[in-house]
Nanobody
C-alpha cells in the first residue's frame, strides 16, 4: 500500500503565499508523475500542476507565473509554492502520484486526503 500525506494548507489573504507539501510512503519502487489537483465547491477537480521524474513541469494556465511545483525524488516528496494567491484559488488541494510498487507491476494512481486552501480577506 502507498500513502500520500499532505500538509501546508490554511487561510491566507489575497496576495499572500502558501507552500503545500506531500510525502509518499509505503510500497514504492518508482514514481513517475507527481502532481497537485484542486476542487472548489460545485466544481470538478482540476489539475493545477504536475512534474515528471525528470523534472518536466506542467501548469494550469491560471497559475502560471504564480505557482511553482518541485519534487525530491530521493525523498518521494512533491511541493507546491503558491504566491500571489487569489480568492479564486480557494479549494481543497489534492496530491497525486503515479506509483509502481515493484519492478513488474503497473503504475497506479494514488491520492492524498486533501488540504484546504482558503484565500480571503
Amino acid at each position: 500500500q502507498v500513502q500520500l500525506v499532505e500538509s501546508g494548507g490554511g487561510l491566507v489573504q489575497p496576495g499572500g503565499s502558501l507552500r503545500l507539501s506531500c510525502a509518499a510512503s509505503g510500497s514504492i519502487f518508482s514514481i513517475n508523475r507527481m502532481g497537485w489537483y484542486r476542487q472548489a465547491p460545485g466544481k470538478q477537480r482540476e489539475l493545477v500542476a504536475d512534474i515528471t521524474s525528470l523534472g518536466i513541469r506542467n501548469y494550469e494556465d491560471s497559475v502560471k507565473g504564480r505557482f511553482t511545483i518541485s519534487r525530491d525524488n530521493a525523498k518521494n516528496t512533491v511541493s507546491l509554492q503558491m504566491n500571489s494567491l487569489k480568492p479564486e484559488d480557494t479549494a481543497v488541494y489534492y496530491c497525486n502520484a503515479g506509483v509502481q510498487s515493484s519492478l513488474y507491476r503497473a503504475f497506479r494512481d494514488y491520492w492524498g486526503q486533501g488540504t484546504q486552501v482558503t484565500v480571503s480577506s
